[in-house]
């Protein structure tokens, strides 16, 4: 066995004859070739943390294998596992790098190997990076072989390896902390960040480009620039030029792009490098501006929002909620909450904690003492194509309630929905922001045609005192996620019958995790636009639900709202209530 | 809020036209809700998008297993007769299926519940390869360690 290094090992894996199934036609993920030679005869490898895909159309023979494991150092150490030498030395290495995008995982294999041999190895794991990481071969059928002439192709399933339960037992938490990086970490290549990437993000207002062209945003990890220009189209390019790396947040946008400010260079929304003025001016027939292109994602508008998808191409559709459509005035708040994403989504799926962090809160806050809200008796939890629905018996209602037969959506996989959205987008690991996008009913049922959708930004801390604000639902959410700590530390948690939704979610990511993985779509993706239609969400109360008769009510979720925002909804309702009155 | 009265199984109104629209944004009809019910829209579209009958989901639904799990049951090839021990023993219907999947028993799983593990949370480290002992070392270490000092 091979210590890398000296570096103490952590372990003997774990044979678990439980293999992964296998997917016929499943494509390779992230293929990517590796500059290595013994790679570059056509071999395809793809990887994630939490999945290896191989296809070991490599074959060498055991001492080059043994070579190039000396060389490794350039392409680990995140994981390497050697095949025992049963008869004759090293007969086979795999090895990857997960924390590249796409990782790399390579098998070579030796003449001795034989499949028998593959399923009865056990091995040793160096210290390192593990995340989950499990190995199959895909199904005869996409087997090729391409090897080494000097020994025979791979043909065998490999066993699956349970790196990190095996690590979760011996580290003595619960939910160990690797198992907790999987939930939390959204970067590039990391296999939460991999499955979010697979959906629409909400990123911005349209209306905050009404006053700028550019602002520098941070999502999953990623600085990037989002902008208009003169034609109208929405970029999100990398922030930094490719030229000389100056920060396009600066850059001035034209009708084709946005030009950065240091040497010219302009970029479209596609990410492709239309101008390089000086260059241009000494080789005006040159081509260098073709082969310099910009990170860049696309972007769409709509319900007043910007959504970026950061996700591998074909990008899936933008869901078209049923919601975007009702009636009324709406309007999109926006904050940045210091702490993991997945400790704000948890909560889209905890229905308890509505009695004891509003409710009850709310009154000690008041400074009332009157009796506390009624308590939840009981819990269910439904499953449809876009997310979880969770359903609630309290001490007032009964199961005919629609807190019971309808319920609320915690809606994949980062928003809650309860007739108002709530879109919790990792900027990186340590911080969230929250988009709002809410809906006020208006009287009667005369035609109401919003112009724009105002985008607002919340404040979450008070001012005067430093302390996080407490007055309002979302606020009061923004305190519990954010006493969590910047990333909740699970090892320490001790769950109850409360969190039976929290811990369903908990599942459902890390198999959706493993779907990415494996090539598949994550739930809730849309590709047929016949489905993408006004797409239904289940809602308490029904979509088109009566405006309150008192007139506007005072905005519940978030502290801050501008005045001109809740002069705009006064209007509205006025608007309307005169308006139904004359009809 | 609204309120409406399904009383039992065999018995409940016909939908209203909130249900009707509701049931519309599950894909289905006024018919659908007739055959299947009492099932709830959202329970319908999830048995059949996973291909259980009526028949079947009202079974385990008799057993007090909704569809959700009920397909997942079915997968695991169990019958709904299987998860009265798990009701006698004071679990969820529901929680014979989440152990079902974890390959824990009724024995196994109690003694995890008597050691402070909702089943869920017990199924999830029985995947995760912990044993019963170890777990209750690693969950109550902290807890331990304030009784320890007199809190």
């Known amino acids: ?583 | 809020m609204r309120r409406r009265v399904r009383r039992e199984l065999t018995v409940s109104p016909p939908p209203d036209a909130y249900e009707l629209a509701e049931a519309r944004g599950y894909g289905l009809t006024a018919s659908d809700l007739h055959h299947w019910r009492p099932l709830s829209a959202i329970e319908i579209h999830w048995a059949r998008k996973h291909g259980l009958s009526p028949g079947a989901a009202r079974r385990w639904a008799r057993e007090g297993v909704g569809v959700r799990d009920a397909v997942r049951a079915v997968r695991l090839r169990m019958r709904p007769e299987q998860v009265r021990p798990w009701a006698a023993a004071g679990f969820l219907p529901g929680d014979a299926v989440e152990a079902a999947e974890a390959g824990m028993t009724l024995t196994e799983a109690t003694a995890w519940r008597q050691a402070g593990f909702i089943l869920p949370d017990a199924a999830l480290l029985v995947r995760d390869g912990w044993t019963l002992d170890d777990a209750t070392a690693a969950r109550f270490a902290g807890v331990d360690r304030y009784a320890q000092t007199g809190r």
């Open chain 1, 1 to 583: 066995m091979r210590d890398r290094g000296g570096e103490s090992l952590l372990g003997t894996l774990r044979r678990d004859t439980d293999l992964l199934e296998e997917r016929p036609g499943a494509p390779v993920l992230g293929a990517e070739r590796d500059h290595h030679p013994f790679l570059e005869r056509g071999s395809v490898t793809s990887v994630s943390r939490m999945r290896v895909v191989v296809r070991p159309e490599v074959s060498v023979p055991a001492p080059a294998a043994r070579a190039l494991l000396d060389q490794s150092e350039v392409l680990i150490p995140a994981i390497t596992y050697l095949l025992p030498s049963t008869t004759q030395g090293v007969t086979g290495v795999a090895w990857g790098r997960p924390d590249l995008r796409p990782a790399t995982v390579m098998v070579l294999t030796g003449p001795a190997l034989t499949p028998r041999r593959v399923r009865n190895f056990s091995t040793t794991l160096t210290t390192g990076t593990y995340f989950g990481m499990r190995g199959s071969m895909p199904p005869s059928s996409h087997r090729t072989t391409c090897g080494h002439p000097a020994g025979p192709t791979l043909t065998a399933r490999y066993p699956r390896i349970s790196v990190v339960r095996e690590c979760d037992r011996r580290s003595g938490h619960m939910l160990s902390s690797q198992r907790n990086k999987l939930l939390c970490e959204t970067g590039p290549g990391t296999p939460m960040g991999e499955l979010l990437r697979r959906y629409w993000q909400p990123i911005a207002g349209v209306s905050e480009f009404e006053r700028q062209d550019a602002k520098a945003v941070r999502i999953m990890g990623e600085d990037l620039v989002l902008y208009r220009d003169g034609d109208g189209n929405y970029g999100l390019v990398d922030r930094h030029c490719p030229h000389r790396r100056a920060d396009l947040a600066y850059g001035y946008t034209e009708d084709r792009g946005l030009r950065c400010n240091y040497h010219g260079w302009l970029f479209d929304h596609s990410g492709a490098c239309l101008h390089q003025p000086f260059e241009e001016t000494r080789h005006p027939e040159g081509t260098f501006k073709d082969k310099v292109r910009i990170k860049a994602y696309p972007v769409a508008a709509k319900a007043g929002l910007l959504w970026a998808y950061l996700g591998p191409q074909p990008a899936p559709l933008l869901p078209d909620w049923d919601r975007f459509y009702s009636r009324g005035y709406k309007q999109i708040a926006i904050s940045e909450i210091p702490c993991n994403w997945f400790q704000c989504q948890e909560n889209s799926i905890d229905p308890v904690h509505f009695e004891w962090l509003h409710s009850n809160w709310s009154m000690v806050l008041r400074g009332q003492d009157g009796p506390r809200a009624p308590t939840h008796t009981r819990l269910g939890f439904d499953e449809f194509d876009y997310g979880f629905v969770y359903r609630r018996v309290r001490a007032d209602t009964t199961e005919d309630d629609e807190l019971w037969t309808t319920g609320r959506v915690c809606l994949w996989p980062n928003c809650l929905y309860v007739g108002h959205f709530e879109w919790r987008v990792p900027i990186d690991d340590t911080s969230t922001l929250s988009v709002g996008w809410f809906i006020d009913e208006l009287p009667g049922d005369a035609p109401f045609e919003q112009r724009r959708i105002p985008c607002w930004h919340a404040p979450v801390r008070d001012e005067k005192t430093g302390r996080w604000i407490d007055t309002h639902v979302m606020n009061q959410d923004y305190i519990a996620w954010v006493g969590q700590g910047a990333i909740a530390d699970r090892t320490l948690e001790h769950l109850g019958e409360s969190d039976r939704g929290v811990i369903m979610l908990r599942k459902r990511m890390f198999e959706e995790m493993e779907a990415v993985a494996a090539g598949r779509d994550p739930l809730g993706t849309i590709r047929d636009p016949a489905l993408n239609d006004r797409v239904y969400l289940p809602i308490v109360g029904g979509l088109n639900r009566a405006a309150p008769g008192a007139g506007p009510q005072p905005f519940v979720f978030l502290a801050g709202q501008p005045d001109e925002v809740r002069s705009e909804l006064e209007q509205a309702w006025q608007q309307c209530a005169v308006a139904s009155g004359a009809s």
